[in-house]
């Protein structure tokens, strides 16, 4: 007689087990979802280091930021002596003193000082549509404090990490230059190293 070889149900069973929970071990070290708001994150990182970057050569090149210029903003030149965001944005929903950077919040309608750095080809415009289309879920957030005494302070322009990685990396940012940073970008009085934050901001430079 001819033997039938194959598995029996419980080898089947027990294969298939195995493989489950080789699946599970996999995920659970892989982490999908944190994996996904870590791409987030760098995107949105990306895209903060993009507009900081426009804004710094449109003043190197320009000699006024965005924001003062009056080809944009209408009226006569204001001086980066007025405080970011002044009288442009009501910074209803956005972190205390910060404004976000996409028309939400601002009473001038969609930021005409974003236009300006795609006219002057600073940015595309695509890159200004992406960052107004987006920011209902990656918001951008803008800080420049006045000038003071002729001493200019930096731009910043900070966001909100959604992955843990992101999270510490702007909890040891925070420890290491919170003197540096807008206030509302940190807002523990001390730190630990290994506890997550969810309220701190990632701001560049």
């Keep these: 007689m001819r033997r039938i070889v194959g598995f029996t149900m419980i080898e089947l069973l027990v294969v298939i087990a195995v493989i489950g929970v080789l699946a599970v071990a996999v995920l659970s070290s892989i982490n999908p979802v944190e994996q996904i708001n870590k791409g987030r994150d760098t995107r949105v990182r990306s895209n903060a280091a993009q507009m900081l970057n426009a804004v710094d050569r449109y003043y190197a090149i320009q000699e006024i930021y ?8 209408g009226g006569a030149d204001t001086l980066p002596s007025v405080a970011f965001p002044g009288a442009i944005c009501t910074a ?3 972190p205390a003193g910060f404004c976000q950077i996409g028309g939400v919040n601002y009473t001038k309608g969609d930021e005409p000082w974003l236009a300006g750095l795609s006219e002057t080809e600073e940015v595309k415009a695509s890159f200004i549509s ?3 289309n987006t920011r209902a879920t990656n918001a951008l957030y803008l800080f420049k404090r006045a000038a003071a005494q002729g001493v200019d302070d930096s731009v910043y322009v900070c966001f909100t990490p959604s992955s843990n990685a992101f999270q510490l990396e702007a909890v040891n940012g925070c420890a290491e230059r919170k003197l540096d940073l807008p206030g509302a970008a940190c807002s523990q009085a001390t730190y630990d190293a290994t506890t997550v934050y969810a309220d701190e901001l990632i701001c560049l430079p």
């Design 130 to 132: 992406q960052v107004e």
């Design 66 to 73: 965005p924001w003062n210029d009056a080809t944009y903003m």
């Design 92 to 94: 209803t929903t956005s």
